[in-house]
């Protein structure tokens, strides 16, 4: 089945992982198998050839840089401009991949249903590009509004303000406190491009702000249920019913800690903890539940944001592996259609919504 993956940070794999993602993944990990510089070296599950193998023609690709001051414990820039300046070297490599026919990128309905006709026609999915709606994941790289005028211009669709931390536009995961007004203009001016806003790592009180504040689409690429894995980047049941209300859908994501509770990071292992693919399908249908549908819940893997293997379902050696939940939510008594919408219909039928 066709595969609709609606967080990827291929660009930051490419730029500063150094990862050529056009690559087997065979070769990519072993190029990198001695280094020690990234928690998920030699272990990454994420090539363009795997994701064609696994029917994924259709992704949601970051642009990532974070903004820190001095006194952060966690990394990033130090000023806006070099974080500015490390998307634009992503943008460049996303172009890159344009140009070679390894991506397309997807910006309006007609280049969307273009895409998925070819996709749907092909006999063989082994040269097809992979379509891409750009999306920024933090938005401190935007040192004024200025520069989301110009990304707006190479195609930016989508973004999420928040990341981890403080951040210059909204506080993200693990803090909390209310929106700058830089935040609410970035979310006014959003509204006035039609851009979606990504509710993903937005912290509790940045969320309800940002909902009352912006009237335009809402999206969450990848998050899971707090009632399952308690802790503050996962979406309480009201948070849900709220995303509901507005039509989103929400792209399920495969971190090992995200996924089951009682996960401690650098300590626990799939093995150790038992961790499957399977697991997603609480969360999947914890938010059916509260939807009374299967109208509401896409993929959003993040399968190579900053881990691999060593934190991921132990069922899971590649992206091509997400082919697997078809089964495993047929087993649980999901329709053929109920599949085929959370697979990537759900969001193929989001964005016929919001670009109208
Ligand atoms: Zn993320």
């Given amino acids: 089945m066709f595969i609709f993956d609606a967080h990827l940070d291929l660009s930051m794999n490419a730029v500063e992982w150094n990862r050529d ?15 020690t510089d990234k928690p998920d070296r030699g272990k990454g599950v994420v090539s363009f050839p795997e994701m064609r193998k696994g029917n994924i023609g259709m992704c949601v690709a970051t642009q990532i840089a974070r ?7 966690i990394p990033g820039w130090h000023s806006q401009a070099q974080a500015w300046a490390q998307t634009q070297a992503q943008i460049a490599w996303y172009k890159a991949m344009e140009e070679a026919g390894e991506m397309v990128q997807i910006v309006d309905l007609p280049g ?16 097809l590009p992979i379509g891409y709606i750009l999306s920024l994941e933090g ?30 536009y909204a506080y993200g995961t693990d803090s909390d406190q209310a929106l700058s007004q830089k935040g609410k203009d970035l979310l006014r001016e959003m509204e006035k491009l ?23 689409p809402v999206w969450a690429s990848h998050n899971l249920v707090r009632k399952i894995t308690p802790h503050n980047r996962q979406f309480s049941d009201e948070m ?8 989103a859908v929400i792209g399920m994501a495969f971190d090992a800690w995200m996924m089951v509770p009682g996960w401690v990071r650098g300590k626990s292992t799939p093995e150790s903890m038992g961790l499957k693919i399977e697991h997603v399908a609480e969360h999947i249908d914890h938010i059916c539940q509260l939807a009374g549908n299967a109208l509401h819940v896409g993929i959003g893997s993040d399968l190579d944001g900053a881990y691999g293997k060593e934190q991921s379902p132990m069922d899971l050696d590649s992206i091509a592996d997400l082919q697997s939940i078809t089964g495993i939510l ?19 039928d989001f964005l016929g919504r919001s670009w109208k």
């Fill in 21 to 35: 993602l056009t690559q087997d993944l065979n070769a990519i990990r072993q190029r990198e198998a001695n280094l």
């Fill in 67 to 73: 903004f820190v001051k001095p006194d952060s414990k």
């Fill in 112 to 127: 969307l249903h273009k895409h998925l006709e070819l996709w749907k026609n092909a006999a063989s999915t082994e040269n």
């Fill in 139 to 168: 938005a401190d790289s935007f040192i004024s509004l200025k520069n989301l005028e110009i990304a707006y211009q190479y195609g930016l669709r989508a973004i999420g303000p928040a990341h981890y931390g403080p951040g210059v």
């Fill in 194 to 216: 039609n851009i979606i806003l990504d509710a993903t790592h937005l912290c509790d009180t940045a969320f309800w702000e940002a909902l009352d504040i912006f009237k335009g």
């Fill in 240 to 247: 849900i019913r709220e995303l509901l209300e507005r039509n």
């Fill in 330 to 348: 047929s087993a649980r008594g999901y329709s053929a259609t109920d599949i085929e919408q959370i697979m990537w219909r759900n969001w193929v």
